[in-house]
């Protein structure tokens, strides 16, 4: 039982251990957790308030200045002491002309071989009207009357042209019962087109004697035929005979007669032989191999004398040929099949003349004609000399199809495009008229004005405007430019203008203006303005503008050597009032400047910028290009007080532009706290 | 019998271990001694050389309320307004916003540019900054991470303020910043 407590003893001592081993770790963590979370927040309140500035800045009386919004930002502008600036045109405007080689600055700095050069452009004109002196037959073309003298205006009065045959085929020529006169006989006419009427018809006896029975004749003019080619002519007869017992068919006689009434030619006699006449109206036909034949005067006739030859007699009956029936089919109507007539008709004529040989800008040909047919499909055509032949399109060529017949149409061009390609070194030129017409019936072309009518330039003129730009903004007190030219021509009337910006014009006399006529190389022009030299340049801008006229018919070249604008102006080296710092809180304050930011200082030799008020304190000063103290001593600026920023001792070794950035510091006396104010000094 | 006996001083120790078990499952107690003791704080507040008579210092020197102002398109700095002082061990601190009004959205906040607070240590590294700048009518949301500040510093804050050109004078913004301290 001892043993047992003993035992038990140890177990609880172990477990005891255990125990308080397990408090310390948790105890520990516990505390560790505390300690590393405990902190505290002290609080801050500040209430920031927009508040009038205590101190403004205000314009001066010296340079110029801009005060912005709330007069707590400022801009002061002066120029500065420097050497007399030259200035160089770094553009141009080609006013008239066109630039050909150089450029700006490049060209125009120095007096060398390397010039601005334009070329001059035509702006005056002289225009000569000019006709044809001859004219051209084409093809087979023929004159009817007319001469080239009809042609120099639009009168009515015409030149005539006949066309000729340009295509033949085979054609009918029917039997009509019109009629015509030859040295006083009546002929029945032969015409191309069908039966146009109820119908004619004609008979012969055939009761008492057989033979060759005259039935009619009948002519067709062979106006425009020049020839009447080989072919096997089929003569139709639309006949029939007054009994059965009678025999007869039809034959012609083929002859050529003259327009005074005289055979000129006889072809054939009783041919074309038909078959046997029947008794009653049909239609028979017979051949006859027609050899070629050449037309000798085209007033002459083609002349068809129609037969019925008798064979057997029946008394007291007659024999009928029908013609002119429309009635009937082409195919049943009395006529003379596939003789081979003209199936189109051309005309075609060339006017020729000549002109001057200068350097046309424009060219405007004019053709007035008419056709005695309606719907001549016309080409009119103006020589390329060029080219080398009749343009097909285009400059010099017109296409169209005539109006109504004798209807006058007047067609013309302008060409703008190289017009000297119209008309050959010594001034020749030819237009080229043709018409053409599906028909068989011969025209005439009337061709009552043409017209050839050259523009050429009689005056070259070249301008040039050089611009200057980004120069000084100083008020100039002296420009003086001056301007080195030639041209590749002499004579050449030059004017040259400085330009005004107060009247938005070109000066056309006076200073600023200059006028001569040329006559060497690099002419050298000096122009000095003294009197209001300041309306001649605005923004650092300026412009000159160089121009020459010269009364040619060919164009020149402007040369331009030199153009140079040097410009004084004055600068003082101190300005006392450049801008005002006025206290306006009724309270004391210490201030001074101190440069943020700087650029282009290296030019300023010497720049001193200060406050004055009775006394002086440098705050800012520059030399050599170096800002050598950028911050001043503290300046006591009293309740209600106004001081002024000065700047003194300027000089530039060269013309430009610098600034410097500064602030105007204002602390409140006693204490560190501080405004900052900016200020920008422009240095031109 | 033997049995029987056996059997019941099986099933009493059964229920004297559940009872004990179950008493212990339901709570332990740890006895903890705690005395909570009144003490000044560490690090406080301290008026700065530019300390102007019309700001507001709490006592104990844990609260302090300044009137700013912001001119117009100029920089105002407060160059040493307010000091931070340690007399206690090294501790992290840091700026914290606690509050800005008029908040944003409101279009008053558009009249001002920035409202800056800088924490530099004595020797004028920086330590840590609070910027407030504005886009329109937003204002930043800055924040600041704990620094180490080592016993018995004392650091300055630089405060800058600026107004937009034309803004309208009389146009409060009040900030509420927490210094929070670590130890």
Known sequence: ?684 | MAKRKSLDLIVLLMISVFVITASALVYYSLPMVSSTTITATVVAFKQGADWDDSWTMGTNNTYCSLALKAYPNATLTYEEPLNLTNTGTGVDIRLRTVSISPASGNEQVSNFTFINFTLYDETGIFKGSLNYTTTGNTWSTPAMSPTLMDANDEWYIVIQTKAEAGAKAGIVANIVIGVDVQE
């Not at chain 1, 400047?593 to 290296?602: D, E, G, K, R």
Request: some cysteine; proline content about 3%; charged content about 10%.
């Open chain 1, 1 to 684: 039982m001892n043993r047992v407590k003993i035992s038990l003893d140890h177990k609880r001592i172990r477990c005891l251990i255990w125990l308080v081993l397990t408090l310390f770790v948790l105890l520990g963590y516990s505390l560790q957790s505390v300690a590393g979370t405990a902190y505290y927040s002290m609080l801050m309140q500040a209430y920031g308030t927009v508040s009038s500035p205590p101190i403004i800045l205000e314009n001066g009386t010296a340079g110029s200045s801009t005060i912005y919004t709330n007069s707590t930002y400022a801009k002061a502008s002066i120029a500065a002491p420097a050497p007399t600036p030259t200035y160089f045109p770094n553009d141009y405007n080609n006013v008239t002309g066109a630039h050909l080689s150089g450029s700006v600055p490049g060209s125009v700095q120095t007096i060398d071989t390397d010039y601005f050069v334009v070329r001059s452009s035509g702006t005056a004109t002289s225009t000569t009207a000019y006709n044809p002196s001859g004219h051209n037959l084409l093809g087979s073309t023929t004159l009817v009357s007319g001469t080239t003298t009809d042609l120099a205006s639009n009168n009515s009065v015409y030149m005539t042209f006949g066309s000729y045959a340009s295509e033949t085929s085979s054609q009918p020529l029917y039997a009509h019962n019109e009629s015509t006169s030859i040295a006083g006989t009546g002929y029945y006419l032969l015409k191309l087109g069908g039966a146009d009427s109820a119908g004619t018809e004609f008979s012969a006896d055939a009761g008492s004697t057989t033979g060759r029975k005259s039935i009619g004749k009948f002519v067709y003019q062979l106006t425009g035929v020049s020839s009447i080619p080989a072919s096997t002519l089929t003569v139709y007869y639309r006949a029939y005979k007054g009994h059965q017992n009678i025999a007869a068919h039809g034959d012609v006689d083929i002859l050529v007669r003259m327009s005074n009434g005289t055979i000129r030619s006889t072809i054939a006699t009783n041919v074309a032989n038909s078959s046997a006449i029947e008794n009653s109206y049909s239609t028979v036909s017979g051949t006859y191999s027609w050899a070629s034949y050449t037309v000798v005067d085209q007033t002459d006739y083609l002349e068809i004398d129609y037969y019925i030859e008798v064979t057997a007699v029946k008394a007291g009956y007659l024999v009928y040929l029908r013609i002119d029936d429309s009635n009937l089919a082409t195919a049943d109507q009395t006529r003379v099949g596939n003789i081979i007539l003209p199936s189109q008709y051309t005309c075609e004529v060339e006017f020729t003349g000549s002109s001057n040989t200068e350097t046309w800008n424009q060219l405007v040909w004019t053709v007035d004609s008419s056709w005695t047919v309606d719907s001549v499909i016309v080409t009119i055509q103006v020589y390329n000399y060029t080219l080398g032949a009749y343009p097909t399109s285009g400059n010099g060529y017109d296409s169209y199809i005539s109006s109504m017949a004798n209807a006058d149409q007047a067609r013309n061009q302008i060409i703008t495009s190289s017009p000297i390609h119209f008309r050959d070194v010594s001034g020749n030129w030819k237009i080229k008229a043709k018409g053409v017409k599906t028909t068989a019936t011969q025209f005439d072309f009337k061709a009552d004005w043409v017209e050839f009518k050259p523009t050429h330039y009689t005056e070259y003129t070249v301008s040039t405007e050089f611009l200057f730009a980004s120069m000084t903004m100083n008020t100039p007190t002296q420009l003086n430019f001056t301007v080195v030219t030639q041209y590749n021509v002499s004579s050449v009337n030059v004017t040259i203008q400085v330009w005004n910006y107060s009247s938005s014009t070109f000066v056309t006399s006076g200073e600023g203006y200059a006028n001569y006529t040329s006559s060497g190389s690099n002419e050298t022009t000096n122009l000095s303005i003294n009197t209001d030299p300041q309306f001649y340049s605005s923004g650092g801008n300026a412009k000159i503008k160089v121009t020459g006229v010269l009364k040619t018919t060919s164009t020149y070249q402007q040369e331009t050597n030199q153009i140079k604008l040097v410009y004084k102006y004055d600068a003082s080296s101190t300005y006392d009032y450049v801008l005002a710092v006025t206290e306006q809180e009724g309270a004391n304050w210490a201030i001074n400047l101190l440069v943020y930011a700087n650029s282009s200082i290296a030019r300023l030799s010497n720049t001193t910028i200060s406050f004055r008020d009775g006394t002086t304190s440098d705050q800012i000063i520059i030399n050599g290009g170096t800002i050598i103290q950028s911050e001043g001593p503290s300046y006591n600026l009293t309740s209600s007080s106004t001081i002024y920023i000065k700047m003194s001792n300027l000089n530039a070794t060269s013309s430009g532009t610098s600034c410097i950035y500064a602030y105007l510091k204002i602390l409140v006396p006693g204490t560190t706290t501080y405004l900052l104010y900016r200020i920008e000094f422009e240095i031109t």
